[in-house]
Structures are given as C-alpha cells and as structure tokens.
C-alpha cells in the first residue's frame, strides 16, 4: 500500500493543501507543485485539469491583498507571493496552455503588482514568472503609443533588478508591431537604454536587449540609420563583438540583430568579411543540441533569402553539406527540422550550383522522407524545399522529379488539412508538371488532375489559386489528348466561374490557364467555345475590368492565341474586342496600348498581329473597324516604343494595313 508521504504528493491531495488556511502548509505544497512541474509537461496537464492554476492564482491574489490565513506575517505573505509567482511561471515556461490558463485564472495584474512590491525577492519572482509569459505568443501586448504604457516600460527598463529591467525589453519583443511604435519607442529614448543593457548589462539583460532592438529595427530603416549613427555611438560595434561572445545564444541574437539590420538597410554590412563570418557562426551554432541550434537555421534562412551573393558565400562555406548532414542524422527537433529544410530551400532558390550540389548529396530522399512527416510545419517545409530544387531545368529535363517517390506523396498532401500544406504542395507540383509532356502520365494515373480541380473549387482563394497555377503548368505545350483530360474534368462552366472569382490572384491564374489550354493546335482553340463560347465570353467581360495589369497580360494573350486560329475564331475574338462599342475612349484595347505595363502592351499588339496577318480573308474588314476605333492610330504611336518587342509588333501592325492601303484616322477625326 502506499505510504502517507506518496499520497502527499499526489495533484489531488497537493490540490487540497492549497486550500488549507494554515500558511505553512500553503506555502509548502506551492514549493512541491513547482518543483513537480518544472521541466514536466505531462505533470503541468495533469495539474492544469484539476484546476491548480485558478487555485494558485486566487492564493497570489490573496496574499498580495495581505490575506494568506490566520497568524499570518509580513515574512509568510511575502514567501507566499515569491512562491505562488514562481508556481505560475513555472506553469507557463513554455507551455501556452499554462499561459493561457495563467491569463484566465486573472493572475496577470496581480503579478504585475508584484513589481511595485517593498520586497526584492517578491519583485524578482514576479519579474521572472512575467518574463516566462511573454516567451509566448498569448502575453497581453502593449500599446506604446499610449504614454501611461510608455511611462510604464520606461520604469522597468531603468530598474536595477536584471529581471524587471529583461521583463521591459520581452515586452518591447513581444509587443511592437508597427513603425509609428518603432518611432514612439525611438522618440522615447528606448534604444539609449537598450544599448546601456548591452554593453553593460548581465547577460540576460544583453540577449533581451538583443532580442528587442531587432524588433525595434525590422523594416525601418529610419530608426537603423539612427542607430548607426553618431547620436548612440559605437552600438553598432557592439552588436558585431557580441557575434563573437562565448554563449551560443547571445551570438545566436547578435547575429539576428545584425541580419534584420542589413535586411532593413542593405547598404550596412557589406564588408565581406562580415556577411561570411555571419554564415560561419550560424553554421556552428546548428550543432548546438538546444533550442539555439533549433533556431540558427531559421537565421540562416533569413540572411540568405532573395540573396544570390550570400547564397554563394554560403555554398563556398559548405551551408549545403552541413545542412544536409545534420537532416541525414534524423531524431530532429521539429523546430530544427523545420528550420532545416527552409534554410535548404533558400540555398536553392536562385543558384543552379547550389541546387547541383544538393543533387550531389543525394539529399532528394531526405526531402522526399519528410513530405509525410507527422508535423504540419515539417510537410510544408519539405514543399519549399522542393519548389526551389525543382527550378532546375537540367534536373527536370532528366525527369528526376516526376516519380512516384516525389509525385504521389505531393498529390496526397492536396488532401492535407492544413491550407499552408496544400499551398506549398501546389506551389511544388507547379514546377514538376511544366513543359515534359512525355512523363506526365505518373500525375494523371495517381489521380492527380482530379484533386487538382477540387482544388480550384476550394473555399481558400490560396488553395484555389494554386491549383490553377498547378493546372495550367500541367497543360503547357502539353499534346491535346492531355488538354482534353483536364478540360473535361474541369469543365466550360466551373473555367468561367474561376475567371470570374471574387479574387485577382485567381482571374490570373484561371486566364493564364485558358492561354495555355488554346496553344498550338488548331483543335485547341475550340476549348474557349464549348457551351456556347462561355470561356470566350468569361474572358472578354473579363477584361473589360480587369482590376490589374497581370489579369489583362493572360487575358490578352488567351484572345491572342483564339485569334492565331481560322476566320471564326478571329471574328469571335473581334467580337470581345468591341461588345457594341460607342466611345472608342471606352474600349480596353486604348487602354491596354497606353498602358505602362510592356507585357500588356505587347500582348495587345500582338493580339491585332494575329487578327490582321493579310493571309486572312476577313482581314481587311477588321482592318476597317479596328482603324475607325482608333486602334490603328494608337499602334502607330508604338512604333518606337522602348520595349523591342512591341515596336516590332507595331510595325507587323502598321505593314498590315499598308498591304490593305488602310491609313490611320487623323487625331481630329472620329467614329
């Protein structure tokens, strides 16, 4: 049987101990909670479900009121508070639904209250226990553009208690948001305190300085220069030195500051030396076994992105064999995983030898592992990774991708009930299916153009979007038996609906399809008039307003393709052109020629190209009628147009109607 000590212990009877009247017993069963839940989920659960915070946050609530039971002492309370603090931190060090039940339970002003306490060793335990709050996401935020807000985070940062003052800078990091905050804190003097933290803080007070300066800096390069400037001194300096101090995390946050600071403001930090000693550091730090080496990648994938240079200091540095080595050793972190696998898909976003080199490693197999991971952020990670290995034209070409190892997972994800998964599986399959017709049966036999069409009627304009991305790579240059396969699973009636969607994301991708779909063939061109000419008509309506430049590019050249066709197919395209046309000012051909968009412009000329080629028996007439709209006149301004192309167009343009001897109306004429 158990003895009476083990049943002590128990939640249940811990529970009931919290009630007791007698201080003593209160404050020893607060010590055993913590200490039972202190690094134990599965204890923090177990306590949660019984109801321990509520219990632990009314005993605070209690004794700050100085009501803890009877005899009770300024030394009972005061160990009571530190006690009942440090139980409600423990619960929520990082665990959210401890948070989430500390905020519930009403414990957070109580704690804030704390601060303002006679004691040190209360303020400090409600210092620490505040601090393990706003490691989450779920901490109350701040508003600094209120000055009593401000007066507040100006007292806590000039304490002299390390945890209140660390407290100060975790809000800042977890609470600014926008630039009129980053400038209120700047105006209020908040960067002069950080740096004095910095440079001559603890070190929890240099990483949370750390932490909030970048904050304060993200996207705000006014606030930078500043910084950089002569007003602070030599801070910047500092930052660069605490890259290279001896604690993994204080190099980890320095590195940081330095990358949201070259991000903000691309012309700081370009010496050479020290964007390749950046990589170096972060590249050590993922052998670190805690949290610091599950967050270097996510740096290291911050300081790469959209950067070719870097990219190739980086590859020189070996990023990709130490990536690779560290996802081959497997039982990740998830975080790390994550991290990873981003870091991979940015090395090979841009630059053909790194995606080579990935190649080399075989790490292909790793990627492909991860797609059915159990973590949803793990399986978009590995989707990322695979969109950007598979921009490489040689790789595609070799058919490396479209295999069942690569293909039936990524067709499986499209039913993945995360939207961030099904996005970033679309955005992969887009590249894989474009341009090899000749491997393209794998996509179809697994089902593949059936879930896609699903897709394109998802309620998430993202997933829609994409799925239409996906479809029309799938068709590009595809051979018509394909095109047949996926118009009659998608249908005239759900193409016209798509072009017509509340969201321009997904008129542009709907369009662009419907420009695929009528390339090459002549037989292709009828896909736009099934059901009565429904797409053609989708598309002219379409375009008549169209909302954004890139909507009319793919709508332009869908009718530029149509008009590549037979006399029928021209007269219908004319047709769109000018729907009972009055005011020529009124027609979007006028518009699209003077537009500043040169793919639009081009696209408009050419359309008229393919409507006017003299070959054409009706040329002449819509020659006439395109001259009386005053298209002919506006062309003839293009031919010496800036963008090549489009003078070139012009010109076809302007060649055509002098074989018909159709002149350009003069500016004071009109219809």
């Avoid at 599965?42 to 009877?70: E, N």
């Avoid at 740096?195 to 970048?214: I, N, P």
């Avoid at 797409?535 to 002219?540: P, R, Y």
């Avoid at 696209?603 to 040329?619: D, E, K, Q, R």
């Amino acid at each position: 049987m158990p003895s009476a000590t083990t049943n002590s212990h128990r939640p249940s009877e811990l529970l009931s101990r919290l009630a007791s009247s007698e201080p003593e017993v209160k404050l020893r069963a607060l010590r055993e909670v913590k200490n039972q839940i202190i690094g134990n989920r599965t204890k923090k659960l177990s306590f949660l479900k019984l109801g321990a915070v509520p219990a632990v946050a009314g005993i605070l609530a209690d004794s700050a009121d100085g009501v803890v039971g009877k005899n009770n002492c300024n030394n009972d309370i005061n160990n009571i508070l530190v006690q009942s603090a440090a139980a409600l931190g423990s619960f929520a060090c990082g665990f959210d639904a401890g948070v989430q039940a500390v905020l519930d339970a009403g414990a957070f002003p109580n704690l804030l209250r704390l601060l303002a306490n006679s004691n040190e060793k209360v303020v400090d335990a409600g210092a620490r226990a505040l601090r393990m709050i706003y490691q989450s996401k779920l901490a109350p935020k701040y508003d600094f553009l209120q000055q009593k807000n401000m007066d507040f985070l100006i007292s806590v940062l000039n304490s002299e208690n390390e945890n209140v003052s660390g407290l100060g800078a975790s809000i800042i990091t977890h609470s600014c948001q926008t630039s009129l905050e980053q400038k209120a804190l700047f105006d209020a003097g908040i960067l002069g305190k950080l740096v004095s933290l910095l440079e001559g803080g603890s070190l929890s007070q240099r990483d949370a300085s750390l932490e909030s300066l970048a904050t304060i800096f993200r996207n705000n390069s006014e606030v930078v220069s500043k910084f950089v400037g002569p007003e602070i001194g030599r801070s910047l300096s500092s930052v660069i030195d605490l890259a290279k101090d001896r604690h993994p995390r204080t190099r980890l946050l320095a590195c940081m500051c330095l990358i949201v600071i070259r991000n903000t403001s691309p012309q700081l930090l370009q010496n050479i030396g020290i964007k390749t000693k950046l990589i170096h550091i972060l590249l050590e730090l993922l052998d670190d076994p805690g949290q610091v080496g599950d967050e270097a990648p996510f740096a290291l994938s911050s300081l790469i992105a959209q950067k070719e240079d870097l990219q190739k200091l980086a590859l020189e540095a070996n990023a990709i064999d130490k990536l690779q080595y560290h996802l081959q050793r497997g039982l990740l972190h998830p975080r790390r995983h994550e991290g990873i696998l981003l870091a991979l898909a940015d090395m090979c976003s841009k630059l053909e030898s790194c995606r080579s080199k990935f190649f080399s490693l075989q790490a292909l197999n790793l990627v492909a592992d991860a797609l059915t991971n159990d973590s949803a952020d793990i399986r978009t990670a590995a989707c990322t990774c695979l969109k950007s290995v598979t921009r490489s034209i040689k790789n595609l070409s070799a058919g490396y991708f479209m295999n069942e190892m690569i293909v039936i997972p990524l067709v499986q994800l499209f039913l993945d009930p995360s939207t961030s998964v099904q996005v970033a599986a679309l955005g992969a399959l887009s590249n894989i299916v474009v341009d090899f017709t000749t491997r393209k049966s794998i996509f179809v036999q697994c089902g593949g153009i059936k879930q896609l069409v699903l897709l394109a009627r998802s309620m998430e304009p993202a997933v829609r979007s994409n799925a239409l991305w996906a479809l029309k790579n799938f068709v590009f240059l595809a051979d018509n038996r394909l095109k047949e396969g996926v118009f009659s699973e998608l249908t005239a009636s759900l193409l016209s609906s798509l072009i017509c969607d509340p969201e321009p994301s997904v008129q542009e991708q709907a369009l662009a399809l419907v420009r695929n779909l009528v390339d090459g063939c002549m037989n292709s061109v009828e896909f736009v008039f099934a059901d009565d000419g429904l797409i053609l008509g989708a598309v002219g309506r379409q375009l008549q307003r169209a909302s954004k430049p890139e909507i009319g590019i793919q709508g332009m050249y869908a009718l530029c393709n149509v008009a590549s066709g037979n006399e029928f197919h021209k007269e219908a395209v004319m047709h769109q052109l000018f729907p009972q046309m009055v005011d020529k000012n009124q027609s979007f051909m006028i518009k699209f020629l003077q537009s500043n968009e040169s793919q639009l412009r081009t696209a408009a000329v050419w359309t008229i190209v393919n409507l006017t080629c003299p070959s054409s028996p009706g040329a002449y007439g819509r020659l006439v009628k395109l001259r009386n709209a005053g298209i002919i006149s506006q062309i003839k301004k293009l031919e010496n147009d800036p963008c090549v192309d489009v003078k070139l167009r012009a010109k076809a343009v302007q060649g055509h109607s002098e074989a018909f001897g159709v002149q350009p109306l003069l500016e004071h004429q009109t219809n």
